[in-house]
């Protein structure tokens, strides 16, 4: 069974820095593709950047570019999010995702993504 925990959100002021983790077990890390969504109050989940198994592949959204880069750690089942100069609109639940997918797709919808994390608080005010 596949399993996704994340860790690494909390309370910021704007201008400060934070990075998320996500640790996967179960399943060949190698097979996933991996993505970031984040879904603030009052509005639905988001698509924020993602990787394709063979790395080719990344796409950001154009709100957190140049601000959020996301990586990917093989040998500790481990991708993290580095997001800098956090904004109050950055403020949202965290997750993040995985899903079997060939070396160069790169999905960007919720629905297609089967494994999820349980999700992390990013609170960034002013």
């Known amino acids: 069974q596949v399993s996704l925990v994340e860790s690494g959100g909390g309370s910021v002021r704007a201008g400060d820095s934070l990075t998320l983790s996500c640790t996967v077990s179960?399943?060949?890390?190698?097979?996933?593709?991996m993505s970031w969504f984040r879904q603030a109050p009052g509005k639905e989940r988001e698509f924020v950047t993602g990787?394709?198994?063979?790395?080719?592949?990344?796409s950001t959204i154009d709100s957190v570019k140049g601000r959020f880069i996301m990586s990917r750690e093989s040998a500790k089942k481990t991708v993290y999010l580095e997001m800098n100069n956090l904004q109050v609109e950055d403020t949202a639940i965290y997750y993040c995702a995985a899903q079997f997918g060939r070396w160069d797709s790169l999905i960007k919808t919720v629905e297609e993504y089967t494994h999820w994390g349980q999700g992390t608080q990013v609170t960034v005010s002013s």
């Open positions: 990787r394709s198994r063979s790395g080719r592949r990344v």
């Open positions: 179960g399943g060949d890390f190698g097979d996933f593709m």
